[in-house]
């Protein structure tokens, strides 16, 4: 596979590199990426013909929409494809004042949930200035799943169906965005969002990665139906398809549990039986589903970037996916390169 092929997405007027570069690490996401590092990761993964870069105003409280907008400013317009988000609203604050963790010496903004329909549309203005960019192609509601939202999350996701979409559905109208979605760390809140509101595409952190698959349980089938783009982040599942099932290998941003790492494990034997890199594996598995044209990648180094290009051209035979089929290791039913 080539990171830098094209794909459609979905049934939006766009294309988008299988490979994208996530920008969560590069807004200091547990540990800080000095300003040279991250500029240095963006302009590898330009380098190299990535054109999908997703980001988000969480993300280091404005830290990486400011580093992405710096390095992008004076590339083409029409060359690349931006994602970012709503539903956090961030307002200045004297920095020893605010609590940023997860993310280590952020932006000096303080961040507050709003999905609002004023609140999404101060949001996705703040994002632009932030970017310095007149335009951002793909806008996601962010974060409305129990993962982040726990037991607000029925209450959450009713006002962001109102407030967000109404917003999004006006913004989209207006062609000042192309495609609206949701990007959210669980299939079945995409799911719900797709049967209630005519969203464009979700960005799915986690859920369907060569670990798991039951986003297939009807939600991708429905994307399928509708023209609905899925961008996968979070495939590593926060690391451990990158890593292997190595101790302290992390899944779902903490320590794996036993189970996931035998899980893993076994998939592993596997790999060496076909010499197959495991990420490799979790890259291209990813991106031969349908409704899947991109894999967001998120990577802390240029060597782990230029390390995940390698891996998604690495060749795999076909009998490696049959033989995890076999072993009951991956569903029958998805598809494979
Ligand atoms: N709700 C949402 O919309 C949502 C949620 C999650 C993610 N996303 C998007 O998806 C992107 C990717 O997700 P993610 O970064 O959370 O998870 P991920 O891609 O599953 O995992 C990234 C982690 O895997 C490890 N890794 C990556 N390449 C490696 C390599 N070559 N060698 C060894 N380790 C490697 C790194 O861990 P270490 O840092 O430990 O080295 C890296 O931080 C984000 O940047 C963001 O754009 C969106």
New binding site residues.
Partial sequence: MIPSKKNKFGRVDLQVTAFSF????IGN??NPIPEPEAQALLETAWDAGIRLY???PM?GHGLAELRTGHYLRWKPRDEFVLAS?VGRVLKPAKRESIDFSPWANAAPFTSHFDYSYDGTMRSFEDSLQRLGLERMDIC?I??IDRF?RGDEQPEVFASAMDGCWRALEKLRNEGVVKAIGV???EWNVCFDALKQRDFDCF?L??RYTLLEQEALNGFLPLCEERGAAVIV???????I???GARPGA?YN?APAPAEILERVAKIEKICAAHGVPL?AAALQFVVAHPSIPSF?????TVE?LK??LA?FSHPIPQEFWSHLKRQGLLREDAPTP
Avoid: C
């Avoid at 996530?22 to 690490?25: N, V």
């Fill in positions: 996530g920008t969560a690490p996401f547990l997703d980001t988000a993300y988000k996601f962010h974060d982040t990007g959210v760390n960005l952190a986690g982040g979070g495939g590593f599942n926060s690391g398809l990158a890593t992390k941003y990420p967001i990648a998120g990577t802390r782990q390390q995940n891996w």
